[in-house]
């Protein structure tokens, strides 16, 4: 894991390349502490920059940026390809040598074998890469298939600059962004900025799956090439479905979650996990310690507040798997200390607050490991958010009846059905049981008042849009055709929005942040191809999601440990900013800081933040959203 940077700059050129370089690849010194690379061609004005986390082959061959052996190519190359020992030896048998063991190696001369496409579609792992073809005189930014990797790219005048974090864009010597109002509301909409778009104009990410391919310095369109889309995974699925018995289905299930996680658990370096007790995570541990032969590290971080804490979950089953296992507690005081860091960490104002606990979890981790493998996109794939059950059954109702239900849950507030909720916790089974059931009430009442065409989307939104002043593009929201079951639409939009542009944004900057790599086996393509093959009765059953998930899992955990409500992974945020950070969101929500940029409606934003402060309503994700921006455009001044 490693971060990259880079340029290709038009004329005049800069004086100091080598020194613009080394600034640009310092502002992610913490991708890669181990290592500093740069190399520029004056010829043609291209540069790349490059930090080192060392994870397989920790010699000297592992350098980079590095040239291939003829020459041709030369690349910045930042993730893993779990698969590189079967492409070293198909390329072997094509005459290529190889000096040293690094994927790297193996990534150059598949460039000079295949080329950058078919190297790519090739490549099982997360990835980005920056590629120069001396031969063809043409840059190839690339980035793997579910965006586990990020990059950005834009122009600084007339000049193109690329990175894996916007940080190393503001070292170039011409750069002059724009904030993007579009992105801003996008922001407060969604919680995070969706891709192609970043915060700032003329500055963009690389989709996932995508090469992109310059022929020219200057301010010009690439030519953006997928080599992998999630719709032909759904296309395929659809032509040679998976067909057989349960058993049959999570043999398949686990034959290639087992290939994946052994090829995720090769490193040089030591490896561990995060354990929630969840799903997910749980049964990425349970085959991790199946094919181990040594206790596997795994962490997980709790919380006095018991709505919010899953490391007793966690602790119960690192213990029936005998798991080396790592806790910790965290203190309100302690976790609040993050927030200052966030804008920074992030880069680009992103809203997820669980931002902070995954952020701690990765420090914990760091401190024994440097590589952890995660639960992460299991939901995405077998059906496991609350909002695929709740809006598939929503659906159906006609909509008097949603709204005449949405005014008897307002009748109550969030704090009374709190006091209800922990009423009827002492005589209901733990999988019944609602934690932070006000906030989930309230939220229900906004979407059951919503139409019948817009509840999934007011299930992921925020804000409305017009929230902020001048916006005039709209995010586009990714759908499947109409005929797919209600939850594969929402499957399929949340793999293609939700997972890149919040999930694996929050996961990769957390974990960076601490120079620790975070690998998700739920994300390998193979895992992604087969989810989309197996029949929804593998997903959905029972009026619960990621059956084919929870059956597998009981074979190597009894069920009683992992039978509970989804949580999520959060911290109370809302009851914070009635309470000790009030005045930190005070002084960024009072009217002259929301006017400073005149982006956002200051009228509506105050009215939400004091119905908030006085317990009459619960606005905390609103607010977060409205706070991560304005904190972030604080840093930025």
């Known amino acids: 894991m490693c971060g990259i940077t880079g340029f290709w700059q038009s004329r005049?050129?800069?004086?100091?390349?080598?020194?613009?370089?080394?600034?640009?690849?310092?502002?992610?010194?913490?991708?890669?502490?181990?290592?500093?690379?740069v190399w520029f061609d004056a010829a043609s004005g291209v540069g790349l920059g490059h930090r080192r986390l060392s994870i397989v082959d920790l010699s000297a061959h592992g350098h980079q940026p590095k040239p291939s052996r003829s020459g041709r190519f030369i690349v910045a190359f930042n993730g893993e390809i779990?698969?590189?020992?079967?492409?070293?030896?198909?390329?072997?048998?094509?005459?290529?040598?190889?000096?040293?063991t690094s994927d790297t190696e193996v990534l150059l001369a598949g460039l000079e074998e295949w080329g950058p496409l078919e190297t790519a579609r090739r490549c099982d792992g997360m990835f980005a890469f920056a590629a120069w073809d001396a031969a063809e005189q043409e840059l190839w930014l690339c980035r793997d298939r579910m965006g586990e990797k990020p990059l950005y790219y834009g122009w600084a005048g007339n000049d193109l600059v690329f990175a894996s974090e916007l940080k190393a864009l503001r070292r170039y010597p011409a750069w002059q962004p724009a904030v993007d109002p579009s992105s801003v509301a996008d922001l407060l909409h969604f919680g995070f900025v969706p891709a192609p778009a970043s915060i700032y104009e003329n500055v963009h990410k690389l989709p996932p799956g995508t090469a992109a391919r310059f022929r020219h310095a200057a301010n010009a369109t690439p030519t953006i090439e997928p080599y992998w889309t999630l719709q032909g995974a759904v296309d395929a699925g659809r032509q040679d479905p998976v067909r057989g018995t349960d058993d049959e289905m999570l043999g398949a299930v686990d034959s290639v979650l087992r290939d994946v996680i052994a090829s995720e658990m090769v490193a040089d370096v030591p490896v561990g996990a995060f354990l929630s007790g969840g799903i997910d995570s749980s049964l990425v541990v349970a085959i991790m310690q199946a094919l181990s032969s040594r206790p596997v590290r795994t962490f997980t971080i709790g919380f006095h507040e018991r709505a919010y804490d899953e490391a007793t979950y966690a602790k119960a089953v690192a213990r029936h798997l005998g798991t080396e296992h790592t806790e910790l507690y965290v203190s309100p005081a302690?976790?609040?200390?993050?927030?200052?860091?966030?804008?920074?960490?992030?880069?680009?104002?992103f809203a997820d607050s669980s931002q902070i606990p995954t952020f701690l979890v990765a420090e914990l981790a760091r401190r024994d490991v440097t590589v952890s493998l995660s639960g992460d996109g299991g939901d995405e794939l077998f059906g496991g958010y609350n909002r695929h059950i709740l809006g598939n059954r929503l659906s159906a109702l006609p909509k008097p009846v949603r709204s005449a239900a949405a005014r008897a849950v307002r009748t109550l507030s969030p704090a009374q059905w709190d006091a209800l909720s922990g009423a009827a916790a002492r005589v209901l089974p733990t999988r019944l049981r609602v934690?932070?059931?006000?906030?989930?009430?309230?939220?229900?009442?906004?979407?059951?008042?919503?139409?019948?065409?817009?509840l999934y989307t007011r299930l992921i939104t925020h804000w409305p849009r017009t929230i902020v002043h001048g916006d005039t593009r709209r995010a586009a929201i990714p759908a499947l055709d109409g005929g797919a079951h209600p939850v594969a639409r929402m499957m399929y939009t949340d793999t293609l929005l939700y997972l890149p542009d919040d999930i694996l944004v929050k996961v990769d900057r957390a974990s960076m942040g601490v120079s620790l790599e975070s690998r998700a086996p739920f994300l390998h393509h193979r895992m992604v191809e087969l989810a989309w093959r197996l029949p929804m009765r593998a997903k959905l059953r029972g009026g619960r999601g990621k059956w084919a998930l929870r059956a597998l899992l009981e074979r190597y955990v009894p069920r009683e440990l992992t039978d509970r409500p989804k949580t999520g992974f959060g911290v109370p945020i809302g009851a914070w900013l009635r309470g000790p950070l009030r005045d930190w969101a005070e002084a960024l929500l009072d009217e002259g800081a929301l006017a400073a940029h005149g982006l956002l409606d200051t009228p509506r934003i105050r009215e939400r933040w004091l119905e908030h402060v006085s317990g009459r309503r619960n606005w905390h994700y609103l607010l977060w959203c409205v706070l991560m921006f304005q904190a972030w455009y604080a840093d930025q001044q």
């Open 12 to 37: 005049p050129r800069l004086d100091a390349p080598a020194d613009v370089l080394r600034a640009m690849s310092g502002a992610i010194r913490h991708r890669g502490p181990d290592d500093e690379g």
């Open 82 to 100: 779990y698969n590189f020992t079967a492409l070293r030896e198909q390329l072997r048998a094509r005459g290529q040598h190889f000096a040293g």
């Open 334 to 349: 302690q976790a609040q200390a993050v927030i200052p860091r966030l804008p920074s960490l992030y880069d680009e104002p």
């Open 435 to 454: 934690p932070a059931a006000g906030d989930k009430a309230h939220k229900l009442a906004e979407v059951l008042a919503a139409d019948s065409s817009a």
